[in-house]
C-alpha cells in the first residue's frame, strides 16, 4: 500500500517535470527501476532468465517494458500486464524551423496529436528532445537536452487588432503557432544554436526530435491541496503509477508492464502499441508450446486517464456516468471496442479495488458523442489477451497544463499492485 499520500504527490511531481518528452520519461522510469534492483537487457542479446529476476529494456529509447519473473508457472497464473503510453500532444521543431519576420526569429513547429492549442499562447515555453550530432572523430552520437528554462513564446494577439477574438479567433497551425525564440537582425541556425547550447566546439548537429513545453512545473493547488495540475498528466501519471507498481510486485507471479510511444497519433510504428515491442517480448518470456494457454490466464490492464466530469460543462457526460476528480479509478467501456474492456476484466478489476478499499467509477461516452481510445484494444489485438481499460479521472486533457485529483494517483497503484501481487486465479468460473 502507498502509505504516505503526500510523499507518493512528491515524486510523481519530480517525475512530471523531469519528463518534458518521451525519451525523457523513458530515462526518468529506468532511473527509478534500477533503484529498485531491476537491470537493462538488450533486445539483440540473449537472455537466461531465472525466478526473481527483474529487467527493463527499451527501444528507441521512448518506449519501455519492465518485468518480474515469478514462481509460479505461466500456464498456472498467466502474465500479469499493465500498459500506458508515454507521448503527450505537443507542438514538435520541424526539421527546418527558421522564420524570420521583422527582425524576429521563430521556429516553425508541427502539432503531434490531437493538442488543445489555445493554452499554448502566452506561456514560458522551452524546448527538450533528443539531438543526434557528429563528434570531432566523425562519429554519430546521440543525446537528450534541455533547455530548463524559458526560451520561447507564442504571444497572443492583441484584442485591440482583433475584436472577435474572445467569440470567434480560430486557431490556424501553420501560421499562428511559431513561437518567438529571440530578436536578431541576421540568419540564425537553430542547429548551430543548439549545438552551442549543448556541444563542445567541432561537433554538429546533424538531426533532432524536439519540443516545446510549459516550463510551469507540477503543482498541487486546491484550498485543501485536493488538486495536482501539471503538463503530460495524460499519460505520464500512469505511467509512474505503473513503475511504481511493479516495483512492489513479489516474485510470486511474472509481472510485466508496458509503456508505449505513439499512442497520441495512433500507435502504428516500431515502438507503439500497434508494433512488435509487447509481442517481442512475451514470445522471450513464453514456451512456443504454452503460449496459448499464457495467454488464456492473462490479463492486461491498459491505463490511460480518463475524462472527468467539468461543473462548468456537466452535459457533455453521461449523467450516469460522470465521473469526479477523487473518487478512485475509472473503468471505461464502449461498445464499438474503442476500450477494450468487458463484464469480465471490469469484475475483475472491481474486486481488486474492494480488497485495498479504493473506489471506483465508470465511463461510457454520450450515445451522441464519438469516444476516444487507448492502446488496450490495440494490446488485446496483437496479443488476444483479456483486456480492460481503467484511468485516473481529470480535467482539461490534451491541453499544456491539466488538472486531476491528489488522491487517485496513489490509488490507481494500489490497486496495480495488488493485481501484480494476487495470488489467486484471474478467470472466472462458468456456473
Known amino acids: 500500500m502507498t502509505a504516505d499520500g503526500n510523499q507518493f504527490n512528491s515524486d510523481l511531481m519530480v517525475f512530471l517535470d523531469a519528463s518534458p518528452t518521451p525519451f525523457h520519461a523513458v530515462r526518468c522510469m529506468s532511473e527509478l527501476l534500477a533503484k529498485s534492483g531491476f537491470t537493462e537487457l538488450n533486445e539483440s542479446d540473449n537472455w537466461t532468465l531465472k525466478t526473481g529476476d527483474k529487467h527493463f529494456l527499451s527501444r528507441n529509447g521512448s518506449s519501455i517494458i519492465a518485468f518480474t519473473v515469478g514462481s509460479t508457472p505461466l500456464t498456472t497464473a498467466g502474465l500479469r500486464m499493465t500498459g500506458a503510453h508515454t507521448d503527450s500532444p505537443c507542438l514538435m521543431v520541424k526539421p527546418q524551423p527558421e522564420i524570420a519576420v521583422k527582425g524576429y526569429l521563430q521556429l516553425g513547429v508541427e502539432v503531434y496529436g490531437g493538442a488543445l492549442l489555445n493554452p499554448w499562447f502566452d506561456r514560458d515555453l522551452s524546448i527538450a528532445g533528443r539531438l543526434v550530432y557528429r563528434n570531432k572523430r566523425q562519429q554519430l552520437k546521440q543525446t537528450l537536452v534541455d533547455f530548463k528554462r524559458p526560451v520561447a513564446i507564442i504571444p497572443s494577439l492583441a484584442i485591440h487588432l482583433d475584436r472577435k477574438a474572445n467569440s470567434d479567433r480560430t486557431v490556424n497551425a501553420q501560421t499562428d503557432l511559431p513561437p518567438l525564440l529571440m530578436m536578431t537582425d541576421k540568419a540564425e541556425s537553430f542547429r548551430e544554436l543548439l549545438a552551442d547550447e ?128 477523487n473518487g478512485g479509478p475509472v473503468i471505461k467501456v464502449n461498445v464499438k471496442q474503442r476500450y477494450a474492456t468487458t463484464s469480465l476484466t471490469a469484475s ?84
Open 198 to 325: 549543448f556541444l563542445l566546439d567541432g561537433e554538429e548537429v546533424l538531426d533532432y526530435e524536439m519540443c516545446l513545453y510549459d516550463t510551469q512545473g507540477a503543482a498541487m493547488l486546491g484550498i485543501n491541496n485536493e488538486l495536482l495540475s501539471s503538463a503530460r498528466l495524460d499519460n505520464l501519471l500512469s505511467c509512474f503509477a505503473t513503475t511504481q507498481a511493479l516495483i512492489q510486485a513479489d516474485a510470486t507471479n511474472t509481472c510485466l508492464m508496458v509503456c508505449n510511444d505513439h499512442e497520441e497519433v495512433g500507435s502504428v510504428s516500431a515502438v507503439g502499441a500497434d508494433g512488435p515491442f509487447l509481442e517481442a517480448v512475451v514470445a522471450r518470456l513464453t514456451e512456443s508450446d504454452e503460449r496459448n494457454a499464457v495467454i488464456d490466464k492473462s490479463l492486461m490492464i491498459s491505463c490511460d486517464n480518463a475524462h472527468a466530469v467539468h461543473p462548468n460543462y456537466p452535459s457533455t457526460h453521461d449523467s450516469l456516468h460522470s465521473p469526479r476528480l
Open 348 to 431: 475483475l478489476f472491481r474486486q481488486l479495488c474492494a480488497d485495498v478499499d479504493v473506489p471506483v467509477q465508470s465511463f461510457v461516452s454520450r450515445s451522441d458523442t464519438t469516444c476516444g481510445s487507448t492502446i488496450g484494444p490495440i494490446t488485446a489485438a496483437r496479443l488476444g489477451v483479456a483486456t480492460l481499460d481503467v484511468g485516473i479521472p481529470q480535467l482539461a486533457m490534451h491541453s499544456c497544463r491539466e488538472v486531476t485529483g491528489s488522491l487517485d494517483a496513489a490509488r490507481l497503484t494500489d490497486v496495480l499492485a495488488a493485481f501484480f501481487n494476487r495470488s489467486s486465479s484471474l478467470s472466472i468460473e462458468v456456473e
